[in-house]
């Protein structure tokens, strides 16, 4: 019988103008993007953050230095799929994964197929295990007034 277990993953950045905005590795159309030492991939690094800690194997950070030169401009879906690996090689995989992104604009919605389906094809799972889901801060806060987006999920994985 498979042991069940579950990750909490959050993450912020600050929004830049002259940035790309991607989230879960899919480019969205904005006049501004997000800030960081790698692509900034508020969605992708919370997923990152969820699944090490349902594998109990520390976090981003740990994995991934923000000091290495080695992941500066990273593609932060090849650190989520690197996660996926430590993940598998502790001895779980993977059952879903499920996850909000907190930004006051663009509206999202019309990407939510596109994000599932690349963050899906990245953690080797099929689409109706990976949701997406958006909401905006109503004006209130950093991320209300459009200074910074924020993602939060949730991973199960299970025993091999
Ligand atoms: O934040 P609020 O509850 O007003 O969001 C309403 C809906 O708008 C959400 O359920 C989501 O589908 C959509 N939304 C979006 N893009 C955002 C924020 C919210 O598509 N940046
Ligand atoms: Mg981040």
């Not at 989520?80 to 663009?106: Q, Y």
């Not at 689409?127 to 950093?142: C, L, Q, W």
Request: aromatic residues 4%.
């Amino acid at each position: 019988m498979s042991e069940y277990r579950a990750g909490l993953g959050w993450d912020t950045h600050r929004t830049s103008a002259g940035r790309a905005l991607i989230l879960g590795g899919v480019t969205i159309a904005s006049e501004f993007g997000l800030e960081g030492h790698s692509d900034a991939d508020v969605l992708a690094h919370a997923i990152t953050d969820a699944l090490l800690g349902a594998a109990c194997l520390g976090d981003i950070g740990m994995h991934f230095p923000d000091t290495d030169a080695r992941w500066k401009g990273a593609d932060s879906m090849k650190l989520l799929a690197h996660a996926v690996k430590l993940a598998r090689e502790a001895g779980f995989e993977v059952v879903n994964v499920d996850s909000t992104v907190i930004l006051e604009r663009p509206k999202l919605k019309d990407y939510r197929q596109a994000m599932r389906e690349s963050l899906a094809k990245c953690v080797g799972l099929e689409m109706n295990r990976v949701s997406v889901k958006f909401k905006t801060a109503e004006k209130v806060g950093p991320v209300g007034e459009g200074r910074s987006a924020e993602a939060q999920a949730v991973v199960t994985v299970r025993t091999l």
